[in-house]
């Protein structure tokens, strides 16, 4: 991943920016406790769609959601590409399953303009905004939200 240069102030905020289901988003770097390339997944039987399974990350049972169906756009596709974003939750660590890691962002705080409704067919309560870059839109999950359920 590269890293934007810029002095860091307490108005700046530091974005992992990934894919999913062709959609570039992304989720404050404080929030993310590691990412990986873990795929040893236990399915779960009865879980909810999204849930794409269990693996054990050095003796943490770890719970394995598919961004993509979450968010309600494609699911995620399977290849070597793919990461768990692994977030701590109520003192339970969950993975995200995405397509691609992109890069780290840094943006103020005053750019990130609220979300629209619905973002590329993705559920809008997921989002917490949008940042607008020179080159393309990410939308900044709301990751609370997308944990809730």
């Given at each position: 991943m590269a890293v934007t240069n810029k002095d860091n102030t307490s108005n700046d905020i530091e974005f992992a920016t990934f894919y999913v289901g062709g959609a570039l988003c992304g989720i404050?770097?404080?929030?993310?406790q590691e990412i990986n390339k873990n795929f040893e997944i236990t399915n779960v039987p009865q879980a909810s769609d999204y849930v794409e399974g269990i693996l054990n990350l050095r003796g943490r049972?770890?719970?394995i959601i598919d961004l993509g169906r979450k968010l309600g756009l494609e699911p995620v596709?399977?290849?070597k590409d793919n990461r768990n974003i692994i977030v701590n939750s109520?003192?339970?660590h969950i993975g995200l399953l995405v397509d691609s890691i992109s890069d780290v962002v840094l943006a103020q705080k005053s750019a990130i303009e609220p979300a629209?409704?619905?973002?590329g067919g993705a559920k809008g309560k997921f989002f917490q905004g949008v940042l607008k870059t020179e080159a393309q839109l990410i939308g900044i999950l709301d990751i609370d939200e997308v944990l809730r359920d």
């Open positions: 404050d770097i404080l929030n993310i049972i770890v719970t596709n399977k290849d109520d003192d339970e629209p409704s619905n973002i």
